[in-house]
């Protein structure tokens, strides 16, 4: 059974920085594609970060370049996202999503529907 469960959200003000973790379970983890979507009050769930399963490719939304990174580690089947320099722009819940269908080393989709599986969900909240 695939699960990915997302921690490390909370209320900070701009310009802070937090870290997101995605624990996942149940699958492959090393050979999938991953990434992080957003979605804010009354909007659309929007692509964030992906990144390859062999971890040398990622691709950011232009909105994130430069202040976010993601990272993963496949022994412990984590996928991490570093963001500084925070925005209250940036508040939306943030989910972690694993594309878990047969991909290529670089391949880094950023379309909701190349991925399988979703976490619940995790609040980030940036005061102004």
């Known amino acids: 059974q695939v699960q990915l469960v997302e921690s490390g959200g909370g209320l900070v003000q701009a310009g802070e920085s937090l870290r997101l973790s995605c624990a996942a379970s149940?699958?492959?983890?090393?050979?999938?594609?991953m990434a992080w979507f957003r979605q804010g009050p009354g909007m659309e769930r929007e692509f964030v970060v992906g990144i390859s399963w062999g971890g040398a490719s990622a691709l950011y939304a232009p909105s994130v370049q430069g202040r976010f990174t993601i990272s993963r580690d496949n022994a412990k089947d984590l996928v991490a996202l570093q963001m500084n320099s925070l925005k209250p722009e940036d508040t939306a819940v943030y989910y972690c999503?694993?594309?878990?269908?047969?991909?290529?080393?670089?391949?880094?989709?950023?379309?909701?529907?190349?991925?399988?599986?979703w976490g619940q969900g995790t609040q980030v909240t940036v005061s102004s």
């Open positions: 149940g699958w492959a983890f090393s050979t999938s594609p």
């Open positions: 999503a694993a594309r878990t269908r047969r991909s290529w080393r670089g391949y880094v989709p950023k379309e909701k529907d190349e991925y399988d599986y």
